[in-house]
């Protein structure tokens, strides 16, 4: 997550001001990605991640906490029980 902007495994999926000003429709791209993923399984080794049920989420130190949270429940409605959360601080 960076200040603006939404990814899921590098594809922009949402806008952090939508989210903001709370468009619950704004969700569907992330839950509809995140089920994409979980489907386009290759290999074994990409199995046993698809079906481990966690995700991390990075996002930058500025977001606030609102965004994320949000982001983490979608993340759980989706399947994902286990949520880790790493946060990016950008050097001046």
Same mark, same amino acid.
């Given at each position: 997550?960076?200040?603006? &902007?939404? !990814? +899921? =495994?590098?594809? !922009?999926? @949402?806008?952090? $001001?939508?989210?903001? &000003?709370?468009?619950?429709? *704004?969700l $569907?791209?992330? /839950? /509809?990605? !995140?089920? =994409?993923?979980?489907? #386009? +399984?290759?290999?074994?080794?990409?199995?046993?991640?698809?079906?481990? =049920?966690?995700?991390?989420? !990075? @996002?930058?130190?500025?977001?606030?906490?609102? *965004?994320?949270?949000t982001?983490?429940?979608?993340c759980?409605?989706?399947?994902?029980? #286990? +949520?880790?959360? @790493?946060?990016? =601080?950008?050097?001046?």
């Amino acid at each position: 997550i960076s200040p603006t &902007e939404v !990814l +899921v =495994q590098g594809r !922009l999926v @949402a806008l952090v $001001d939508e989210i903001i &000003e709370d468009k619950t429709s *704004v969700l $569907d791209p992330i /839950a /509809a990605r !995140l089920a =994409q993923l979980k489907e #386009n +399984v290759i290999g074994t080794n990409t199995r046993a991640v698809s079906t481990s =049920q966690e995700i991390t989420i !990075l @996002a930058d130190k500025s977001v606030p906490f609102t *965004v994320i949270k949000t982001i983490m429940s979608t993340c759980t409605s989706e399947g994902f029980e #286990n +949520v880790s959360l @790493a946060v990016t =601080q950008t050097k001046v």
